[in-house]
């Protein structure tokens, strides 16, 4: 085989391998609240990106740092918010929130970075709703009419 057709194949293969496993390397999995318990010992270990519902009534923001527990399936994680960005505006009772940061010896997930996701405004209707009512799962039991016009 030629020269000019054996090095631009290496480039190419070097090329695709270097981005495959530059993706990999930097992919950010986080674990969701009821897969903590399955870790043992490796929690305390390194930093940790958590994923849970926040729930409802348990932000605490004063005195600071910001406390709240996320929760997933049954499985609780009380999270104590050390970073330094604002809070983000979807960040309330029953949103999704993706936090990073590591395990304190007390138990405390403590997070430097905190993101959330809005929560699904617009769910199935629940069984004992009638036509023209919708369920948002954002005012918790509330059904809200609609007007044929909407």
């Known amino acids: 085989m030629s020269y000019k057709i054996i090095v631009p194949l290496i ?34 270990e390194h930093g940790l990106r958590v994923k849970g519902r926040i729930v409802a009534g348990s932000i605490r923001k004063d005195p600071k740092p910001i406390r709240f527990t996320i929760k997933e399936e049954e499985a609780e994680l009380e999270v104590r918010y050390v970073g330094e960005e604002p809070l983000p505006d979807l960040f309330k009772d029953r949103a999704e929130a993706v936090v990073d940061g590591k395990m304190a010896a007390d138990g405390v ?35 809200i009419a609609q007007s044929p016009n909407n």
């Not at 993706?23 to 950010?28: C, H």
């Not at 986080?30 to 010992?41: C, H, I, S």
């Not at 769910?123 to 799962?137: D, F, H, I, M, V």
């Open 11 to 44: 480039f190419i293969v070097v090329g695709i391998s270097w981005l495959a496993f530059s993706n990999l390397s930097n992919a950010n999995y986080f674990y969701p609240v009821n897969e903590l318990p399955e870790m043992g010992d490796k929690l305390y």
């Open 109 to 143: 997930f403590e997070a430097e970075h905190l993101q959330a996701k809005c929560s699904s405004k617009y769910e199935s209707l629940p069984p004992e709703a009638s036509e023209g009512q919708a369920y948002s799962a954002e005012y918790g039991d509330e059904k």
